[in-house]
Structures are given as structure tokens and as C-alpha cells.
């Protein structure tokens, strides 16, 4: 998150000291969607930490490993890919 959060505010500045178009640049890729990757990565690490947060606390809480709609054990293989999850394949 780091990294991306400098490398969003490093494109940001190159677009404020820039003064060209990149909108009909042919040579790559916009200022505009290299910031909108960016911050969609950025968005999707953020949700991701909110997720294992939330584990976290399940774990604290004696809730984790359980399905949240049938109460169901989520098998540990299911865990094993998605630590965060909060539901059993058959619920999900």
C-alpha cells in the first residue's frame, strides 16, 4: 500500500508540472489511466487489509472458521485460500 500510494502521488505530481496532452499522446498508456490503476489497486489493497482485519478480530472473537449464514465449520482448505473468508463454498 506503500508503494502504491507513493507511486500514485508521484503521478499526480508528473500531471501537475506536466504541460502536455496526454489524452492524444500515441507513444503509451494516459497520465489519467495510470492514475486510475493506480488508485484502483489501491482501493483493492485497502479492501483486502479490511478483510484480514476483520479476520483478526474473528479469531479474537471465537467466530473465525465459521460460516456466517449457516454456522457451518468453513473446511480448512477453504481458509487456506481465503484466510478472510466469512462464509462456506455452499453459502458463498
Sequence with gaps: MAALT?????????AADAN??????P???TIAFERAQVSA???QARQRLQELEGALARI???AYGRCEVCGE???AA???VRP???TCVGCA
Design 6 to 14: 507513493r507511486d500514485f502521488g508521484g503521478i499526480v505530481e508528473a
Design 20 to 25: 502536455t496532452d496526454d489524452e492524444h499522446d
Design 27 to 29: 507513444e503509451g498508456a
Design 41 to 43: 489497486l489501491l482501493e
Design 60 to 62: 479474537d472473537g471465537g
Design 73 to 75: 465449520q468453513i473446511p
Design 78 to 80: 477453504r481458509l487456506a
Design 84 to 86: 478472510s473468508a466469512r
